[in-house]
C-alpha cells in the first residue's frame, strides 16, 4: 500500500456517517489532489500519474456520477487507472463515497456543462446530439469514414471527416466533411437533451457541388436503462436546392457492457421515391473505463429503388478526452 493511500485510509477513521462531501474531501482526498481540487499534491505525497484537476469542468461533466463512484469505491486499477487511487469500497459507506463525488464534481463552479449522464451510445445513423471529444472509424460495406470530434468550451462541438470507397471506380478518394453542432438544451432531471448543428461538404473527391445538411438532433432515457435517440436532416445542394429531408430514430437498452439497438432511417426527396431502411446493431464497450468502444450491424433496405441489398456496418470509437488510448484497459 502507497503511504497516501495510508494516509487516506487513516483518515477515514476519523470521520463520521454524516460528514459532509467537502469535510470528506479534505480527508481523503487533499494529499493528492490538493485542497482546492487542482490536481496539486502535497510536497510529501509521490505519484505515478499526475491526478486529475477536479476543477477543470470539461473533466468533471464529462463521466456519470455513477463512474465517479465506482471508481472511488473500487480504486483506479479496476478500471484501468492509476494505481494511485486507492479503493474506499471497504473503509467508507456508500453514502459517504456519494457525498464526496458529489462534492468533488461541483469544484467546477460552472453551470451550463451537459452532464455525462446524457453522453448516450453511439448509433450508426443518429448525430449524438452532446458535444463530445471522440475519434471514429466507420465501415459500411466498401466504404470508410474516418471522424475526429472536438469539444469546444460547454456545448459546441467541431468536427472533421474523410472518406474513402474501395469500389473498384478510379476515385477512390469520396470525399471531406467539417460539421459544426451546438447543445441548445439539455435536462439531468428529464434525462434529454438537444442540439442543432450544420454539415458542409465541399465540392472535392467524388463530390461535384455543395452540400450542406442543417440538423436537430435529441436524445433521452425515458424508461431505466433505455435510450431514444433521434435526429431531422435537410439536404440542401448547390444549384437544386433542398433535395431530401431526412428522419432517423433509434432505441437501445443498455445491459451492463453491451447495448442493442435498432434504428429507422426515412429519407423523403423532392422528387424521386422515398426511402426506409432498418439498421440492427451492438455496441460494445471494449475498455473497461469506456473510452473505447466498437459497434456492428447492417443496414437493411426496407423500401425504395431496386435492387435493395444489405450492408453490414461497424465502427470503433475512441473517447480521448477521457483517457489516452492505451490506458483504462
Same mark, same amino acid.
Given at each position: 500500500m502507497t503511504a497516501a493511500a495510508l494516509q487516506l485510509l487513516l483518515g477515514l477513521a476519523k470521520q463520521g456517517p454524516?460528514?459532509? &462531501? #467537502?469535510v470528506l474531501f479534505q480527508a481523503w482526498c487533499r494529499s493528492c489532489h490538493g485542497a482546492e481540487g487542482r490536481g496539486t499534491?502535497? #510536497? !510529501?505525497t509521490r505519484l505515478e500519474v499526475p491526478p486529475a484537476d477536479l476543477r477543470d469542468c470539461k473533466g468533471s461533466t464529462a463521466e456519470t456520477e455513477d463512474r465517479?463512484? &465506482?471508481?472511488?469505491?473500487?480504486?483506479g486499477a479496476a478500471f484501468g487507472l492509476s494505481l494511485d487511487m486507492p479503493a474506499f469500497g471497504d473503509a467508507a459507506t456508500p453514502e459517504q463515497i456519494r457525498a464526496v463525488v458529489r462534492y468533488a464534481r461541483s469544484l467546477c463552479g460552472q453551470l451550463g456543462w451537459p452532464p455525462g449522464e446524457l453522453n448516450f451510445p453511439r448509433a450508426f445513423l443518429v448525430e449524438k446530439a452532446y458535444p463530445e471529444d471522440e475519434v471514429v472509424i466507420t465501415d459500411e460495406a466498401r466504404g470508410q469514414?474516418?471522424?475526429?470530434?472536438?469539444? +469546444?468550451?460547454k456545448r459546441f462541438q467541431m468536427e472533421a471527416s474523410a472518406r474513402t470507397a474501395f469500389d473498384g471506380l478510379p476515385d477512390v478518394f469520396d470525399g471531406v466533411t467539417g460539421a459544426l453542432k451546438f447543445n441548445v438544451w439539455h435536462s439531468l432531471e428529464r434525462r434529454a437533451l438537444a442540439s442543432v448543428g450544420l454539415e458542409a461538404t465541399p465540392p472535392i473527391g467524388r463530390r461535384s457541388v455543395w452540400e450542406v445538411e442543417p440538423f436537430l438532433a435529441f436524445g433521452a432515457a425515458p424508461a431505466s436503462a433505455v435510450v431514444l435517440q433521434g435526429q431531422i436532416v435537410t439536404t440542401w445542394e448547390?444549384? #437544386?436546392g433542398v433535395t431530401a429531408w431526412s428522419y432517423r430514430l &433509434?432505441? &437501445?437498452r443498455e445491459i451492463g457492457r453491451v447495448v442493442p439497438m435498432v434504428e429507422a432511417g426515412?429519407?423523403?426527396p423532392t422528387h424521386g421515391?422515398? !426511402? +426506409?431502411s432498418l439498421y440492427p446493431q451492438m455496441w460494445v464497450q471494449l475498455s473497461r473505463l469506456g473510452h473505447v468502444a466498437a459497434s456492428v450491424g447492417a443496414e437493411l433496405p426496407a423500401t425504395g429503388p431496386e435492387p435493395r441489398h444489405p450492408r453490414l456496418v461497424a465502427f470503433v470509437f475512441w473517447d480521448y478526452g477521457d483517457a489516452p488510448l492505451l490506458r483504462g484497459w
Open positions: 454524516v460528514d459532509s &462531501g #467537502a499534491p502535497a #510536497a !510529501t465517479w463512484v &465506482g471508481i472511488v469505491t473500487r480504486g469514414e474516418f471522424i475526429y470530434e472536438h469539444r +469546444l468550451g448547390e444549384s #437544386a &433509434g432505441v &437501445g426515412w429519407t423523403v421515391e422515398s !426511402t +426506409l
